[in-house]
């Protein structure tokens, strides 16, 4: 297998919404296809890759640092031992070479863009979904036939009120979710708690609704919201406080005793270790949500799998950041806890297949060869524009 041709473009998914930290009015995606000389069943096999939402697109540090060292690579140091695909492995080590450890900053999100492509180019390669490659590779053997799902939004928006704010949630259940996800954090307490009461009386019952700070509480305030949130028994209370302040996370599990969640802003095995090392979470109940795509990708995140073995956390207690196929494809293979899902923002790059619905909460993977875009019209459709 060579690699023939590369191409990367940027994407803007801007849009009004806003949760506690950050506006997403200047939002945008990098899209990257990597082509190769391999066929199969009549079809050129080329990979695609995108960021997740909520890191910018990243051109920069593709054109001018990940992307020339996969095109001036020896073509023989990207191939697996059959030479006949390539390996993610030794791609990863292709592109991190000369790279400081620590300080991951964003180059771990160019990397994990990379990474999408190529996990989309060895499945194809091999005629299976990523789901069953994985599984068969990294798993037990067998991929999970559906995923548990949730319909994150809840986002605030200019004028939007409760009434809209429950129509959203409604609009869910009908679409087929049963748990859904609303932000936090960027109006007082006492207005937070009226729309969270508000969202638990249209999904019918608090352990359906999971709460979104986006790491904007210092200690107190994570606090005086725990306090709140408590009677209510939301399913998780999630980034209370800054991704990185692994103390604030282990002095709020010591005041509440739900379920916590957080890790979707960490971005390398290093940092999660430090989490379940100093961050206090609770592997009976406590939900990571480390982002294969922000984190440099699925090498890393198998190295993240990994660390929280050794820590004594089973797969099922992560439930990915990102809500989009790729993410889905890892939860089924590697029979995580579930997916995120964005029903109605960040399209097309969030949701699932055209042909696989969502029922009762749940999504399956459709039959074809890797992460399976090309079951995803609008998608393809983007791709087909931007990287022709
Ligand atoms: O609003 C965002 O940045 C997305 C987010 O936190 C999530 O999906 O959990
Ligand atoms: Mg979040």
């Known amino acids: 297998?060579?690699?023939?041709?590369?191409?990367?473009?940027?994407?803007?998914?801007?849009?009004?919404?806003?949760?506690?930290?950050?506006?997403?009015?200047?939002?945008?995606?990098?899209?990257?296809?990597?082509?190769?000389?391999?066929?199969?069943?009549?079809?050129?096999?080329?990979?695609?890759?995108?960021?997740?939402?909520?890191?910018?697109?990243?051109?920069?540090?593709?054109?001018?640092?990940?992307?020339?060292?996969?095109?001036?690579?020896?073509?023989?140091?990207?191939?697996?031992?059959?030479?006949?695909?390539?390996?993610?492995?030794?791609?990863?080590?292709?592109?991190?070479?000369?790279?400081?450890?620590?300080?991951?900053?964003?180059?771990?999100?160019?990397?994990?863009?990379?990474?999408?492509?190529?996990?989309?180019?060895?499945?194809?390669?091999?005629?299976?979904?990523?789901?069953?490659?994985?599984?068969?590779?990294h798993g037990d053997g067998t991929a999970d036939a559906k995923v548990s799902v949730y319909a994150a939004g809840g986002y605030y928006y200019p004028g939007k009120q409760v009434s809209a704010l429950k129509d959203e949630m409604r609009d869910y259940l009908d679409l087929g979710y049963t748990c859904t996800k609303m932000k936090i954090g960027g109006v007082p307490l006492a207005?937070?708690?009226?729309?969270?009461?508000?969202?638990?009386?249209?999904?019918?019952?608090?352990?359906?609704?999971?709460?979104?700070?986006?790491?904007?509480?210092?200690?107190?305030t994570a606090l005086a919201f725990a306090?709140?949130?408590?009677?209510?028994?939301?399913?998780?209370?999630?980034?209370?406080?800054?991704?990185?302040?692994?103390?604030?996370?282990?002095?709020?599990g010591e005041h509440y005793a739900p379920p916590m969640a957080t890790g979707e802003n960490l971005f390398s095995h290093q940092d999660a270790r430090n989490l379940l090392r100093y961050g206090g979470m609770r592997a009976d109940r406590d939900i990571l949500q480390m982002d294969p795509v922000l984190s440099y990708g699925l090498v890393e995140y198998l190295r993240m799998l990994n660390v929280l073995k050794q820590h004594g956390w089973s797969p099922r207690q992560c439930i990915p950041h990102g809500g989009h196929q790729f993410a889905l494809n890892i939860a089924s293979g590697l029979k995580l806890g579930g997916n995120e899902s964005y029903p109605r923002v960040f399209a097309p790059f969030g949701g699932f297949a055209d042909s696989?619905?969502?029922?009762?909460?749940?999504?399956?993977?459709?039959?074809?060869?890797?992460?399976?875009?090309?079951?995803?019209?609008?998608?393809?459709?983007?791709?087909?524009?931007?990287l022709r």
């Open 1 to 137: 297998m060579k690699i023939t041709d590369i191409r990367e473009a940027r994407v803007s998914i801007a849009s009004d919404i806003a949760n506690a930290y950050i506006s997403f009015a200047k939002m945008d995606v990098s899209v990257l296809a990597i082509s190769t000389d391999v066929w199969v069943d009549g079809r050129q096999v080329v990979g695609y890759g995108f960021n997740s939402n909520g890191r910018y697109a990243q051109s920069g540090l593709l054109r001018e640092r990940f992307l020339p060292r996969l095109r001036e690579a020896d073509s023989q140091a990207l191939l697996d031992d059959s030479g006949t695909n390539l390996d993610p492995f030794r791609v990863w080590d292709v592109l991190m070479a000369n790279e400081k450890p620590g300080g991951h900053g964003e180059r771990s999100v160019a990397v994990g863009i990379i990474d999408m492509a190529v996990w989309d180019i060895v499945a194809k390669a091999e005629n299976k979904p990523l789901a069953q490659l994985l599984a068969e590779r």
């Open 356 to 386: 696989t619905p969502i029922e009762r909460g749940y999504v399956a993977i459709p039959a074809m060869p890797g992460i399976g875009f090309e079951d995803k019209r609008e998608l393809m459709k983007v791709f087909d524009k931007h």
């Open 191 to 220: 207005e937070d708690l009226e729309r969270v009461e508000a969202a638990i009386e249209v999904v019918g019952n608090a352990s359906r609704l999971a709460v979104d700070a986006n790491g904007r509480f210092e200690l107190k």
């Open 227 to 252: 306090e709140g949130l408590a009677p209510y028994g939301v399913r998780w209370y999630e980034e209370a406080g800054d991704p990185l302040d692994y103390a604030l996370q282990q002095q709020l």
